[in-house]
């Protein structure tokens, strides 16, 4: 996802840097700095913590994309900060950086189904089993959302990207109503042979 944002930002060419592929740009609102951690996962922070250091970035501007195991697939949310939630990378980004004041763009991946050989690790590292097209789409979402965090920050990206479409609720209380009505009426068919009220 951070390769796509790069081009959209006009980054051509990242450096071996921190521990990771590194690059900068200018965003909407000024200097952007972009890392990729090149360390395994579990040990982001060794990569995000001294890049904070050497720049002089503060947590509150750091953004982190991440999976999100409790997420379905192709939702994608926002926070700005939070606990690692059993996400090893998210622990060591937190001891890395010193806080968890951080934001986050959250791409779900949804859970192992049960059928699953391995574990949650062997799950983010297997390749997707949706069509790539339903994967590019996700990924689309991420940056999206995280371009409106450069421009306009979290706060707003959250309130853009978690609300509901206009009749969405409506929609859903309409879809329960209906399908309680039809369970009713399901229990209400007349056995054959027979009539309402004794008629």
Not at 77 to 94: M, P, V
Request: no cysteine.
């Amino acid at each position: 996802m951070v390769e796509r944002l790069a081009d959209r930002l006009g980054v051509t060419r990242f450096a071996a840097r921190y521990a990771g592929s590194y690059a900068e740009t200018r965003g909407p609102r000024g200097p952007v700095a972009l890392l990729i951690p090149t360390t395994f996962m579990n040990l982001s922070g060794e990569s995000v913590g001294p890049a904070a250091g050497s720049l002089r970035i503060t947590r509150p501007q750091i953004l982190v994309v991440h999976d999100e195991l409790d997420l379905p697939f192709g939702t994608v949310r926002g926070k700005t900060e939070g606990g690692a939630g059993g996400h090893n990378g998210l622990r060591s980004l937190i001891a890395g950086t010193g806080g968890n004041d951080f934001a986050r763009v959250r791409l779900g991946v949804g859970r192992p189904p049960s059928d699953f050989r391995g574990d949650q690790a062997d799950w983010v590292l297997a390749r997707f089993s949706e069509p790539d097209a339903e994967v590019d789409a996700l990924i689309d979402r991420g940056v999206a959302m995280t371009e409106v965090a450069l421009a306009e920050g979290m706060e707003e990206a959250i309130a853009r990207f978690h609300a509901s479409a206009p009749g969405s609720r409506a929609s859903r209380r309409r879809e329960r109503r209906e399908e309680t009505s039809d369970a009713g009426d399901e229990g209400d068919t007349d056995t054959p042979g027979t009539t309402e009220n004794g008629g």
